[in-house]
T-cell receptor, first 112, second 114 residues
Framework: NAGVTQTPKFQVLKTGQSMTLQCAQD?????MSWYRQDPGMGLRLIHY???????DQGEVPNGYNVSRSTTEDFPLRLLSAAPSQTSVYFC???????????FGPGTRLTVL | EDKVVQSPLSLVVHEGDTVTLNCSYE??????LLWYKQEKKAPTFLFML????IEKKSGRLSSILDKKELFSILNITATQTGDSAVYLC??????????????FGRGTQLTVWP
């Protein structure tokens, strides 16, 4: 098993650009989530999904879109990047409950 | 509004010291409390606590939950430089009929000097 994979590892965007952060898992996990982590802060939930076709908002969803067309993939889309979205993004997955999540290695995003 | 509050935010000790990290929470529909260690990369799981008063141990680390007073502590005895990390506390709460979600605290930055 590759576990939870995220691409890219690093990304620099200009304000207004769009991009998609990729997240994939090969463990047949139903529960997947996206977090952002800013300096001195814990992880804040952006969006999560409890299965293919089902997503819900977390604490900080504004500026981000998600979809879950397959069990394996849970991409995070930034439609118009802003400097406030500069952060480290972690994807995580678990079989059913978030209390057994496996975290991906993270994507460091800088928006200029 | 913070639902999970960790203290202290930063702690510097010398090798061999014992440290206690605190986590208090205020969430409805509590399911579990989790501790993670984060060393410049993704968080790694340490403990999951669901019942009050039952200590969980792993080597020099131990943790306990008090569901009446709504807090947990993480103890590290005989600290080593390899314990230097951010320790995150997270609380899982149900959302009615849907599966739960995690609320994280800001973390405690522990630095252990040789």
């Amino acid at each position: 098993n590759a576990g939870v994979t995220q691409t890219p590892k690093f990304q620099v965007l200009k304000t207004g650009q769009s991009m998609t952060l990729q997240c994939a898992q090969d463990m047949n996990h139903e529960y997947m989530s996206w977090y952002r982590q800013d300096p001195g802060m814990g992880l804040r939930l952006i969006h999560y999904s409890v299965g293919a076709g089902i997503t819900d908002q977390g604490e900080v969803p504004n500026g981000y879109n998600v979809s879950r067309s397959t069990t394996e993939d849970f991409p995070l889309r930034l439609l118009s990047a802003a400097p406030s979205q500069t952060s480290v993004y972690f994807c995580a997955s678990s079989l059913t409950s978030p209390n057994t999540q496996y975290f991906g290695p993270g994507t460091r995003l800088t928006v200029l | 509004e913070d639902k999970v509050v960790q203290s202290p935010l930063s702690l510097v000790v010398h090798e061999g010291d014992t440290v206690t990290l605190n986590c208090s929470y205020e969430v409805t529909n509590f399911r579990s409390l989790l501790w993670y260690k984060q060393e410049k990369k993704a968080p790694t799981f340490l403990f999951m606590l669901t019942s009050s008063g039952i200590e969980k141990k792993s080597g020099r680390l131990s943790s306990i939950l008090d569901k009446k007073e709504l807090f947990s502590i993480l103890n590290i005895t005989a600290t080593q430089t390899g314990d230097s990390a951010v320790y995150l506390c997270a609380v899982e709460a149900d959302r009615g009929s849907t599966l739960g979600r995690l609320y994280f605290g800001r973390g405690t930055q522990l630095t252990v000097w040789p």
